[in-house]
Antibody
Framework: EVQLVQSGAAVKKPGATMKISCRVSGYTFTDFYMHWVYQAPGKRPEWMGQIDPEDGATVYAEKFQGRVSMMADTSTDTAYMELSSLTSEDTAVYYC????????????????WGQGTLLTVSS | EIQMTQSPSSLSASVGDRVTITCRASQSISRYLNWYQQKPGKAPKVLIYTASTLQSGVPSRFSGSGSGTDFTLTITSLQPEDFATYYCQQSYNTPLTFGGGTKVEIK
């Protein structure tokens, strides 16, 4: 059974940095891109970026360029997403999600999701 | 960035009803369109990928169609467990983008 287990909820102050982990099991970590998606309360999901765990190559959404960093530790089958310079607009649930096909293109779908990590940014 | 527009944003329906949700892309995305169902407090769940392929384990009352810029998700006979929010998502290019969602409520 494929599982993606994320780290727990966090409360951060404006300007801080947060790091979320996503540990996978049930499949070969390096076979599929890992994506990060965030969803503000009552809003549509938004794609933040992706990482290829095989070689660490990343693609980030322009909205988060310069503030986001995605990493993959193949020794522990864990993906990480770090977001810096937090503001109240970053208050959201953050999901890791892997895809349904091994193709190395955007032509894919989010097949398995983590349970989500709630980040609250408040002074 | 490809903009995805869903309609309606919400609808009320009864168990057994046929429900149709539409999704329009701001440019042609071929058939690279996925549909998700999301329930409160849960992650989205894929229903349909590449416009019309039913994800394994998803009931056959769900179907998808379309290509280019216009797509449709149909639920042929709404069941109690189908009351949720539905999102389309384009996978033609990055940044991957989602529609604004359609909330299906009980009439």
């Amino acid at each position: 059974e494929v599982q993606l287990v994320q780290s727990g909820a966090a409360v951060k102050k404006p300007g801080a940095t947060m790091k979320i982990s996503c540990r996978v099991s049930g499949y070969t970590f390096t076979d599929f891109y890992m994506h990060w998606v965030y969803q503000a309360p009552g809003k549509r999901p938004e794609w933040m970026g992706q990482i290829d765990p095989e070689d660490g190559a990343t693609v980030y959404a322009e909205k988060f360029q310069g503030r986001v960093s995605m990493m993959a530790d193949t020794s522990t089958d864990t993906a990480y997403m770090e977001l810096s310079s937090l503001t109240s607009e970053d208050t959201a649930v953050y999901y890791c999600a892997t895809v349904g096909s091994t193709v190395r293109t955007p032509h894919n779908w989010f097949d398995h999701w983590g349970q989500g990590t709630l980040l609250t940014v408040s002074s | 960035e490809i903009q995805m527009t869903q309609s309606p944003s919400s609808l009320s329906a009864s168990v057994g009803d046929r429900v149709t949700i539409t999704c329009r892309a701001s440019q042609s995305i071929s058939r690279y369109l996925n549909w998700y169902q999301q329930k409160p407090g849960k992650a989205p769940k894929v229903l349909i990928y590449t416009a019309s392929t039913l994800q394994s384990g998803v009931p056959s009352r769900f179907s998808g169609s379309g290509s280019g810029t216009d797509f449709t998700l149909t639920i042929t006979s709404l069941q109690p467990e189908d009351f949720a929010t539905y999102y389309c998502q384009q996978s033609y290019n990055t940044p991957l983008t989602f529609g604004g969602g359609t909330k299906v409520e009980i009439k």
